[in-house]
């Protein structure tokens, strides 16, 4: 996704390397030229770098969405609607890797669009939908998360596949009700040679519309959802960190001595609490061996260990979604509006770009690695795939 770059006033068409509207140098002469002149004068070497790069990222995403998709898919332990909602978005990404990563990894390194205005028209659309429903994943597992660690009783009953299926579903309605209209008013143009690929930015009200729905209210429901379920995580970590230390489950074995039996259990004195209450004073039993078991206490630092990386892990998700995609609907919503005022180097726009779709690779990632179901579930199938 790339974004709008201010042109002179006869200029109303603008080169878009991606789906929000990315316009090329479109200073002087127009957007083609300026972008020819400009990829021209990168060295060779420079360009077959940049190549390997992007494919990389590009190969990269494909793969590691598509092990994602797999593991869920052959270990049933995964089968929960949690987990569909996380293999949905990696299908989501997983399309962005196939239908918009390579294409744009070309049209960045060459920077000439070949491929005629249908494929543009395609690419585009294809570019805004995937790139929006990736996001507003992001937003159905929040909210799925939210309502299971503030609601847990009654949300357990309605956390079903079919929820789940209907909240995949609204993110792609809303996805393409987002990369509709500019097809409405985009001028067709099949038959004619295409230099770039293009479309009209003067609607400023649907950049408005598209940036806020796909980014800005996202990221403002995001921040909400998990600033209340890392207070609620850290009203858990509290109340499961034990006040008393003293208090602990324990367990009493009586071992019988015998000749030749060893233990390594500690002999104590064991107070009996129930015969003291009775006689109204302390009662010991002598010569049993016990085993002091933490069994509860334990229980409980697990417990609030589990709390404590979850919520490192939404931490890092929503850091890395900011970071990947802030600066890009930044420069979408900025440009637009500012116009002449405003240019940036064609080589910003694309690092923009890319860091927005290396986000389709972080999730995963992120996803997996947190998530110790997943972690044994992928290694069985790598196992799997090795041995046969």
């Not at 068409?13 to 990168?42: L, P």
């Not at 987990?83 to 990696?90: F, G, R, T």
């Not at 659309?125 to 429903?133: E, F, G, K, N, V």
């Not at 499961?240 to 104590?268: E, M, Y």
Request: charged share 15%.
């Amino acid at each position: 996704m790339e974004q709008p770059r201010p042109c002179p006033a006869s200029v109303d068409v603008f080169h878009t390397n991606d789906s929000f509207h990315h316009a090329r140098n479109c200073s002087g002469g127009g957007g083609a030229e300026e972008s020819a002149a400009y990829q021209d004068g990168t060295p060779l070497s420079w360009k077959v770098v940049l190549t390997i790069i992007l494919a990389l990222i590009t190969l990269a995403t494909m793969l590691s969405n598509a092990f994602v998709i797999a593991t869920v898919y052959q270990s049933r332990k995964l089968h929960t609607p949690a987990n569909y909602l996380i293999a949905s978005l990696a299908v989501t990404d997983l399309l962005v890797s196939i239908l918009v990563m390579p294409i744009s990894t070309m049209y960045t390194v060459t920077g000439k669009w070949t491929l005629g205005q249908i494929v543009c028209d395609i690419w585009l659309s294809s570019d805004i939908t995937c790139c929006t429903a990736s996001i507003l994943h992001l937003c159905v597992i929040a909210l799925d998360r939210y309502w299971a660690i503030t609601d847990a009783v009654e949300y357990s009953t309605k956390r079903t596949p079919k929820r789940a299926a209907v909240m995949i579903a609204l993110v792609w309605v809303f996805s393409i009700s987002i990369s509709m209209p500019p097809l409405f008013w985009r001028q067709s143009k099949a038959e004619e040679e295409v230099a770039d690929c293009v479309v009209n930015t003067d609607h400023i009200l649907y950049t408005v519309y598209s940036t806020v729905g796909a980014f800005y209210f996202p990221t403002l429901l995001l921040i909400i959802l998990y600033g209340r379920i890392y207070v609620e995580a850290r009203s858990r970590i509290l109340k499961q960190t034990p006040k008393n230390t003293g208090k602990r489950l324990t367990r009493a074995h009586l071992i019988t001595d015998s000749p030749g039996s060893t233990s390594s259990v500690t002999s104590i004195n064991c107070k009996a609490s129930e015969a003291s209450s009775e006689t109204g004073s302390p009662v010991y039993m002598n010569q049993v061996k016990v085993k002091v078991s933490d069994a509860l206490l334990e229980k409980k630092k697990l417990t609030a260990a589990r709390e404590r990386k979850a919520t490192k892990t939404l931490g890092v998700i929503l850091g890395a979604f900011i970071v990947c995609w802030l600066p890009f609907f930044i420069i979408t919503l900025v440009l637009p509006i500012c116009k002449d005022a405003c240019w940036f180097h064609m080589a910003i726009f694309d690092f923009f770009t890319w860091l927005g779709y290396l986000n389709s690779l972080i999730n995963p990632i992120i996803y997996t690695m947190s998530n110790e179901d997943f972690k044994q579930a992928f290694h069985k199938l790598v196992r799997f795939r090795c041995t046969s």
